[in-house]
């Protein structure tokens, strides 16, 4: 490809910016970042609080984060923040004992032990390559990609086993003989918004959780950063060539030989546009997510296929407390990571040890996909109101001894995130090739897709995505 053709990025978040580093580093420097907000970083927002950063959106990566490496070596940074502490309470606020080991309950330990050895090696084996970034391939049988290693070679090979990762992953444990290991699994998925094992497609979780990744977790052996995710891509634009351009609003993407984009009422021409904001058409329930379709010239093609998306509703509330409330540590409420306490509070985090007058953040979920529920029949269905879960959180908060401070008569809440998180497809569009036909668009009309939905909602799949394409089309 002409290496001076004129690329459009929408989005700065993890994925645009990267998009824009990998792209640079290929010899592509005439490319412009249109980024809404008057911020980047999209999801990984990290706000300040009495001179220190806190995280209203991403928190944590792992050591086989390498993509996210490859912005931290371009920026200059690294995941210097603090260490991460794993405490359970249940939700009377009592200590929850279950994975005290001295107090376990022994055969039921081993049990689990054996289920975790065996699922590792079946990964390994049976699901060869289900853990590459991006599903090509998957829904026929195949892998292609690259390798999660330090150096991510090239691979790819026939595996008809990786179909039943369509399949929601509690089916696909159970189908395995290994239904005990959601016990791990969940606390990195469900409490982090990730959805419901009985509606997630198993694809999803093993791109995010690949038995390394759940080791890390398992083992606290986890990255932060000082001045919170957001500062990674704060740093990452400030090295780019063209930072992105902010408070860019775009009414109208119109796409023939060349790509014309209204941006603040100025029409400018592109040879390319690479997509990374959601793809969802249609009127999206969220304050901050906007259907593709109310600026792009979405095409038949398109509609049918974006029209399958959903995602996540899953609101962060950052709250002072009282000084003699906080807890020793951030802590999971695992018996609220089920269906049936959808709406309550599932983790509450905080950052820097026992400090009083910091933020305290709870997170919670408010749409599942019930048993027998067409795509459609779900769809159509409200979720829980935003205003009514945040007064189910606000009581959990009582029960468990940690309310907001009052300040004149009214709660101390210094700040409330809606994220459009983690856009999906459920098991049946899944299966019948979603991906396959996304993938097969690639570069047709002089577009890309990218972000979260083209892998998975973290930061290193999306960033990871973004090399995945820069690599293969430019
Ligand atoms: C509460 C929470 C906790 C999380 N925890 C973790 C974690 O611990 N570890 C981890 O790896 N990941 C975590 N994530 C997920 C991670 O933040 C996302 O996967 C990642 O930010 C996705 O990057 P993206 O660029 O695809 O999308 P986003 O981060 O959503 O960025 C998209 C950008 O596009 C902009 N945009 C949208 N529409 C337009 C438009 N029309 N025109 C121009 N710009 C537009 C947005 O303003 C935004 O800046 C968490 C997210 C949340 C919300």
Not at 51 to 70: F, L, N, Q, T
């Amino acid at each position: 490809m002409d290496k001076n053709i004129r690329i459009a990025i929408i989005g700065g978040g993890p994925a645009g910016l990267s998009a824009g580093m990998y792209l640079e580093q290929k010899g592509y420097e005439n490319y412009v970042i249109y980024e809404k907000t008057d911020h980047v970083g999209g999801k990984c927002h990290s706000p300040s609080w009495q001179g220190k950063r806190y995280e209203m959106g991403a928190i944590m990566g792992v050591p086989s984060y390498y993509a996210v490496h490859d912005v931290e070596l371009f920026a200059g940074v690294t995941h210097d923040g603090p260490k991460l502490h794993r405490t359970y309470r249940l939700p009377n606020g009592k200590v929850d004992h279950r994975f005290d080991k001295k107090l376990w309950n022994i055969p039921h330990l081993l049990k689990l032990k054996k289920q975790i050895k065996k699922f590792g090696e079946i990964l390994e084996t049976k699901y060869k390559g289900y853990d590459i970034c991006g599903h090509r391939g998957v829904s026929e049988g195949r892998y292609e990609g690259f390798a999660v290693t330090p150096g991510r070679e090239p691979v790819s090979g026939v595996n008809p086993n990786l179909k039943d990762l369509a399949l929601p992953f509690k089916k696909f444990v159970e189908l395995n003989g290994v239904p005990l290991v959601q016990e791990i699994w969940v606390q990195p998925f469900t409490s982090f918004g990730y959805g419901y094992f009985d509606e997630i497609p198993a694809a999803y979780v093993l791109k995010y959780l690949d038995f390394q990744t759940m080791m890390n977790f398992v083992n606290v052996n986890l990255w932060t950063w000082k001045e919170g995710t957001q500062s990674i891509y704060e740093a990452c634009n400030a090295k780019l060539k063209h930072p992105a351009i902010l408070n860019a609003a775009i009414s109208k993407i119109v796409r023939g030989k060349k790509v014309e984009i209204t941006v603040n009422g100025k029409k400018e021409e592109f040879d390319k546009v690479i997509i990374t904001t959601p793809l969802q058409v249609g009127t999206i329930n969220n304050p901050v997510a906007q259907g593709l379709d109310s600026y792009l010239d979405v095409n038949e093609e398109e509609r049918e296929l974006f029209s399958k998306i959903d995602y996540e509703r899953y609101d962060t509330m950052a709250y002072i407390t009282n000084p003699e409330a906080y807890p020793e540590a951030s802590f999971y409420v695992v018996d609220n990571m089920t269906p049936e306490t959808l709406g309550h509070g599932m983790v509450f985090y905080m950052r820097w040890g026992n400090e009083p007058e910091q933020p305290l953040v709870s997170y919670v979920l408010r749409k599942h996909k019930d048993a027998g529920e067409s795509v459609e029949q779900y769809k159509a269905r409200p979720e829980l109101g935003y205003e009514e879960t945040k007064q189910i959180v606000l009581a959990d908060l009582q029960k468990l001894g940690i309310p907001p401070k009052k300040e004149a008569g009214k709660d101390k809440i210094i700040y409330e995130f809606q994220a459009y998180y983690f856009p999906h497809v459920f098991s049946e569009d899944y299966a019948n090739g979603w991906y396959e036909k996304v993938e097969a668009m690639q570069g047709k009309n002089n577009t890309y897709y990218a972000g979260e939905i083209m892998s998975f909602g973290d930061m290193d799949e999306t960033i990871e995505y973004s090399r995945d394409l820069i690599n293969r089309f430019f």
